[in-house]
């Protein structure tokens, strides 16, 4: 599936970092790969397209989009898959991700990433769905946990029992984000080692970093902050339980020149690497956080 290793470290690929990206950078500092999110590459055209397919020639790149809405009641946008697998046949990923989510019903867009009813019902319309993706795509599809804010009264299980018993239902992959499970975690008071416990190491094939708004009582996804102590040591415990897995920074927000963003995957770097030593995640975190 994947030419990028599991120890391996990336970067979300912004307009703000196309020219840097595209010069020499630090032996031991170099993004090992990028990831796009694919609603901006769909015309087949333009000046993004050119910026992607020159650092496609040095990067390895993987796709994540936000458009799926895998979860919503409404059909699949057959259009829009159509325009996703030419994509990915153009660049060729090494994988392909969206979000378990839904973004809209009755053909209005939310533009936001909603939570899943965690229920039976959920559970049999996402299978259904998935193969149905992957089938027009010709690719396994790879989801991401959201962060959340509210439950669902309906909720017949909890977000990481869901997670889990979709991904052994449906065989599709998961990109993990580890600060959405902190985030939802805070927001709604579970553990958020139970719930990277309950992850099948083998279906997830990517991490994903980010900052967070802290308001105490709410915790916000917000993308726009470095990765906070919490969620470098949650980040440890995750490559502790699952081994290494392929990790990227993921910033959205008050985009950082790249040299930061730089240090900040050789902070993810030096954690997996003291990890790999058997350090508790407090210890592997250490000096870092």
């Known amino acids: 599936m994947s030419s990028i290793q599991p120890d391996s470290f990336g970067l979300g690929l912004r307009t703000e970092h196309y020219q840097a990206l595209a010069e020499p950078l630090p032996a031991g500092l170099r993004p090992d790969w990028l990831e796009i999110i694919s609603e901006n ?16 020639r040095d990067y390895p790149v993987v796709m994540h989009g936000v458009s799926l809405s ?47 009813p965690y229920t039976e019902a959920s559970l049999h319309h996402l299978c259904g769905r998935i193969a149905q993706v992957q089938e027009l795509l010709q690719r396994p599809l790879v989801l991401e946990n959201v962060s959340s804010y509210v439950a669902f009264a309906a909720d017949e299980m909890d977000e990481a029992c ?5 991904l052994r239902r449906s065989g599709c992959r998961l990109l993990l984000d580890v600060n959405n499970v902190y985030v939802s975690a805070r927001n709604h008071g579970f553990d958020p080692r139970a ?3 309950r992850m099948p190491a083998a279906q997830v094939v990517q991490i994903h970093l980010a900052g967070h708004e802290d308001l105490g009582e709410l915790v916000v996804d917000t993308h726009d902050h470095a990765v906070c ?44 690497r003291r990890v790999a030593q058997d350090l508790t995640p407090a210890a592997a975190v250490g000096a870092f956080a």
């Open 195 to 197: 719930y990277i416990d």
């Open 70 to 116: 895998i979860g919503s009641a409404d059909p699949l946008s057959l259009d829009y898959l159509r325009e996703l697998k030419a994509l990915a046949d153009r660049i060729q990923p090494a994988w392909l991700s969206d979000h378990l989510c839904w973004t809209g019903v009755d053909h209005r867009n939310l533009h936001d990433l909603l939570p899943m």
């Open 41 to 56: 590459y769909l015309v087949p055209g333009g000046k993004p397209l050119w910026h992607l397919e020159r650092l496609r």
């Open 162 to 166: 869901f997670v889990a018993e979709l």
């Open 229 to 272: 102590p919490a969620v470098w040591e949650l980040y440890a415990y995750t490559l502790g339980r699952l081994g290494p897995k392929p990790t990227m920074i993921e910033r959205d927000d008050q985009i950082p020149p790249l040299a930061d963003l730089l240090a900040e995957l050789a902070t993810a770097r030096d954690v997996a």
